[in-house]
């Protein structure tokens, strides 16, 4: 770190508009979406929650519709460091 | 036939019933007349913000009940003759409003009145819909940060989903009214740019309101700002903004602040 640096500040706003355009982009492609999807994440990660720490961006679902049949896609990453179980952890 | 503008942003405290009460009182003072309701059933604060708090007999849920007339309900303006405020009840029941009753009242006041400004509650719930339904177009009051841009996007999918018009297939016209904005801020890159905020939403602007001391005195007053200090820049903002949305090609000008000497020393950089 140059002296320079100490008398820069690091402006915020490009930070907030990167982060608006992340999440709003993710919550647009779930906004046509029925409410299954959403209720069956947050369920899933409660059940998984109670025996696993879990952060929730590791947990990715979606439903694709077809004609006859719909299929339910669940993808769980579970990261080695934390997937201890809780009790044995407490 | 009047035109039907609701004035909403999902996120409280953004200045939706003070924008209604500027745009509006803008708008009638043209000679149009104009008629502002409060959607906010349980916490109306429309009234008080046009000095009229002490006047309010009747409501919209008593219209819609049927226990008073529309003309009774009807506040006109001391100030502005064209200019009249149908208030919201300050009863607790959310359910006072029925989509039936106020379709019917909008589709009378729509009769009367060259516009029919909504001013929408907070949230997305039930008022909100209701306060967007009948909708021909739509202000989208915005502040320059992330939470409000947010609920700003969640009710532009409202819009385009929920509302009569987009349910018809029909167009709805939107526009996004920046409010305290610091032009200070947005140059040190300490705030998002109008170009931030106009990317993000994709809808065209309204105008750019400052953030500006008179706007609050303005409602201590119980005044629109527009009436009571129309050649403040929070004013003029509103006026031009009036003058837009009844289809003047008007330019935009974004508010701009000189780059301070010690910015320019210690090499802060705009966004």
Redesign the interface.
């Known amino acids: 770190m140059s002296i ?1 640096d100490l ?3 690091r ?4 930070v ?2 990167e ?3 992340v ?2 982009a993710y ?2 492609r779930s ?1 046509g979406q029925p409410d299954l999807v959403s209720v069956l994440r947050e369920e899933i990660l409660a059940v998984i929650a109670k025996h696993v720490q879990i952060d929730q961006d590791y947990i990715q679902v979606s439903m694709d519709r077809g004609e006859t049949m719909s299929t339910l896609e669940i993808d769980i990453q579970i990261p080695n460091k934390s997937a201890v179980p809780l009790a044995m952890a407490g | 036939m009047g035109k039907v503008v609701v004035v909403t942003s999902g996120k409280g405290g953004v200045g939706k019933t003070t924008s209604t009460a500027a745009l509006g009182a803008a708008v009638a003072k043209t000679g149009k007349r104009v008629a502002l309701v409060d959607f906010d059933v349980g916490l109306r604060n429309l009234d008080l913000i046009m000095g009229a708090e002490r006047r309010v007999v009747f409501d919209l849920v008593n219209v819609i009940q049927g226990t008073a007339k529309l003309s009774q309900a009807l506040i006109r303006d001391k100030r502005l003759e064209t200019l009249y405020l149908l208030p919201a009840s300050q009863t607790r029941d959310k359910d006072a409003l029925t989509e039936e009753g106020v379709a019917e009242v909008i589709a009378r006041l729509r009769q009367v009145f060259d516009y029919v400004f909504c001013d929408s509650p907070a949230g997305i719930e039930r008022g909100a819909q209701l306060a967007m339904r009948f909708a021909d177009e739509a202000v989208i009051v915005t502040n320059p940060e992330v939470s409000s841009v947010r609920d700003s996007d969640r009710i532009i999918g409202l819009l385009d989903a929920r509302t009569m018009r987009a349910e018809q297939g029909e167009h709805i016209a939107k526009h996004v009214l920046v409010t305290r904005y610091d032009a200070a801020r947005a140059a040190r890159g300490e705030m998002l740019s109008i170009d931030d905020v106009l990317e993000i939403l994709s809808v065209p602007l309204l105008g750019i309101i400052p953030e500006s001391q008179d706007v609050l005195r303005a409602s201590n007053l119980g005044a629109p700002v527009t009436l009571s200090e129309p050649t403040n820049a929070a004013a003029k903002a509103y006026l031009e903004a009036a003058r837009r949305l009844e289809g003047e090609d008007l330019p935009v000008i974004v508010p701009f602040e000189r780059k301070g000497f010690l910015d320019r020393l210690l090499g802060r950089r705009a966004a």
């Open positions: 320079l008398f820069k500040r402006t915020s706003a490009p907030a508009r982060r608006l355009q999440l709003l919550e647009r906004r």
